[in-house]
């Protein structure tokens, strides 16, 4: 290309309606609904496997037991963003929450109602329907957890896998392209700044593809950029859970285009661990009393049966002005014998090493002590010499939690007393940190998934949905990503396939 010419003036290699950027449940959402409404579609995929976070997620949505609670729901989800997200964007969520049951419907699939607390019933994976319930419009307000039901359609074993080979096998059937091993390098713009494609590494060389009505980026979060990690997330480090295809390439892109970008501090985490040789992590769950958390100078610091699972990285991001460091990364599981060789201690229904790599946790835990991810302290200067602090505070800390079981009261953190059970030798001890599901920051988007520059003005022609830019800022309620990668998906989808008509609004 000569220096004086640049993308927009040259032939593209590839030409169509729509191009969706990344190809999981919010790219396979917008690419359906695009080519319902007429529009020739093309899904560009970094991955060689499709899916992202979505493939590997447990899919759980939550919805308001009575659709009559819809508006309180929606006024409850806007408190929880407190103030970081317009309320316009709650609400539409809240109406496409409503209508996604029937889109499922239209591809095949059926939502049923599904209490993990009776299927899987755990002490330390904690998820109540309404993860705030002190809020004063969580007051009255009833929620339960649907996911897709598995069958002859949807027969895989997670929730995540289930959905998301549903939309490829409706993206299949209709014949929509995909181009996998195929990664999205930069948005394309003319003289007017409307974005009119983008360049793609495809076959060893950068290709330009036109899109002729819009560009959707539904390209993931920044879980594996440690850089941008390091920047913008309270915990340092954090781990990830999800797909390593999410690197945060969309991040650089949206900004050479003029994005804004909004709730780039906002993620969802467990405590898990992440074994040597791994890029992502295990998310971790104690199903039975004989347990702590203890932060690396050997000192309980939550309840630890009421840690909610997708607040990880909130509370172990507390930095220690007189030492100068994260007092609880990393933290440290000491359980009891019971728990080392009870129930797996690993979550199995989602996960990019249960359900990509395929890794299988041993039911008694007995494969991870051998292979030295669970590691056995016989006394208490053990344990303190593994966890590498002062065996005066273990044995403090140990003292004080054993005084409050045989007291049947927690007055440090007010744990239940049905979860309270003495700790005695030998220790079995797992080196403990947050390990991200997602991060929720990417570009500003409005109502109808336009992406907008710093004056909140919609970058013509570009889209975004999904946990890429995310509406959810500052805190997390629980099971509402996967949902609204689908609501705003179909909104991307439907405004991209309209073309400009989309902009002039």
Not at 177 to 185: C, E, L, M
Not at 266 to 280: C, T, V
Not at 336 to 350: C, P, S, T, V, Y
Not at 492 to 504: D, V
Request: net charge negative; aromatic share 10%; with cysteine.
């Amino acid at each position: 290309m000569s220096s004086h010419m640049t993308w927009s003036d040259m032939q593209a290699e590839s030409e169509v309606d729509v191009i969706v950027v990344g190809y999981g449940a919010a790219g396979g959402a917008a690419a359906l609904t695009a080519h319902q409404h007429g529009a020739e579609t093309l899904i560009i995929e970094k991955m060689a496997q499709p899916g992202g976070n979505s493939l590997v997620s447990s899919a759980m949505m939550i919805y308001p037991v009575d659709p009559a609670q819809a508006e309180q729901f929606a006024t409850y989800l806007h408190e929880v963003t407190y103030g970081t997200t317009p309320r316009e964007l709650v609400d539409t969520f809240v109406q496409g929450l409503l209508e996604n049951p029937a889109w499922f419907e239209s591809l095949g699939g059926e939502l049923e109602v599904y209490d993990y607390k009776t299927v899987d019933p755990s002490i330390s994976y904690y998820i109540p329907d309404k993860t705030f319930a002190q809020l004063p419009s969580a007051q009255g307000l009833q929620l339960h957890l649907r996911r897709l039901k598995q069958g002859p359609v949807a027969p895989q074993p997670t929730g995540g896998a289930r959905i998301w080979h549903l939309i490829d096998k409706n993206v299949r059937s209709r014949g929509i392209q995909v181009w996998t091993d195929t990664p999205v390098k930069e948005l394309v713009r003319d003289s007017w700044g409307t974005i009119i494609g983008v360049i793609a590494r495809r076959d060893g060389r950068d290709i330009f593809c036109r899109a002729r009505r819009g560009v959707v980026l539904t390209c993931g979060g920044f879980e594996y950029n440690e850089e941008l990690k390091w920047q913008f997330l309270a915990s340092k480090p954090i781990g990830a859970l999800g797909s390593p295809g999410n690197t945060g390439d969309g991040i650089k892109m949206v900004q050479q285009v003029g994005a804004a970008l909004w709730h780039m501090e906002a993620e969802a985490s467990a405590l898990g661990f992440r074994p040597p040789g791994y890029e992502a992590g295990f998310a971790l769950t104690l199903r039975r009393p004989g347990f702590i958390y203890v932060d690396k100078h050997g000192r309980r610091f939550l309840d630890e049966a009421r840690l909610e699972a997708h607040n990880a990285g909130v509370e172990t991001a507390v930095f220690d002005l007189k030492t100068y460091d994260y007092s609880r990364l990393p933290s440290y599981l000491v359980m009891d014998q019971e728990n080392a060789h009870g129930k797996r201690l690993a979550m199995n229904i989602f996960s990019y090493n249960i359900v990509v790599r395929g890794y299988e946790w041993s039911e008694d835990n007995s494969k991870e002590i051998e292979a030295g991810w669970i590691q056995k302290a016989d006394s208490v200067a053990e344990l303190a010499r593994i966890i590498g602090t002062d065996e005066a505070a273990v044995a403090f800390t140990l003292m004080r939690y054993n005084d409050s079981c045989r007291q049947g009261v927690d007055q440090d953190f007010g744990r239940p007393q049905e979860t309270l059970k003495p700790l005695l030798p030998p220790y079995y001890v797992m080196k403990l940190e947050p390990f991200m599901y997602n991060t929720q920051g990417g570009p500003r988007r409005d109502k109808e998934a336009r992406v907008l520059d710093p004056e909140g003005k919609p970058i013509p022609h570009l889209f975004a949905a999904g946990e890429f830019g995310s509406i959810w800022g500052f805190r997390y309620q629980t099971s509402t990503n996967f949902s609204e990668a689908i609501v705003y998906g179909r909104i991307a989808g439907q405004n991209a396939a309209q073309g400009s008509m989309a902009n002039n609004r």
